[in-house]
């Protein structure tokens, strides 16, 4: 299994990026996915979650009304698009997986988690 994470980058205050993360070698409609980040001296915390089917999505309290989490099935590939981006945002972004059933919702606990990709860095000036 692997999740390669791209489109981190340097961004003023107030810009966009959109992170991307293309994974291979599991059946990708299986698995809820989501996007984390960790900044230098703190922990790795959640940002946004999304369920199987992309119908049902989590934001922590930091990023709502600013990042959109959704995913393209078909590619086998989930999105992070920030906007309105702030000097807080600088962080190291990592996505990951997990297998559940159907039902289950988007999934914001970091240990829940089977597979991470490497991570790719944002970084805003103010």
């Known amino acids: 299994v692997q999740l390669q994470a791209s489109g981190g980058g340097l961004v003023q205050a107030g810009g966009s990026l959109r992170l991307s993360c293309a994974t291979s070698?599991?059946?990708?409609?299986?698995?809820?996915m989501g996007w984390f980040r960790q900044a230098p001296g703190k922990e790795r915390e959640f940002v946004a979650g999304?369920?199987?089917?992309?119908?049902?999505?989590l934001y922590a309290d930091s990023v709502k009304g600013r990042f959109t989490i959704s995913r393209h099935n078909a590619k086998n590939t989930v999105y992070l698009q920030m906007d309105s981006l702030e000097p807080e945002d600088t962080a190291v972004y990592f996505c990951?997986?997990?297998?559940?059933?159907?039902?289950?919702?988007?999934?914001?606990?970091?240990?829940?988690?089977?597979?991470w990709g490497q991570g790719t860095q944002v970084t805003v000036s103010s």
């Open positions: 990951a997986a997990k297998r559940v059933i159907s039902s289950v919702g988007p999934i914001s606990e970091r240990a829940d988690y089977s597979y």
């Open positions: 070698g599991l059946t990708f409609t299986f698995y809820a």
């Open positions: 999304i369920n199987r089917n992309g119908g049902s999505t």
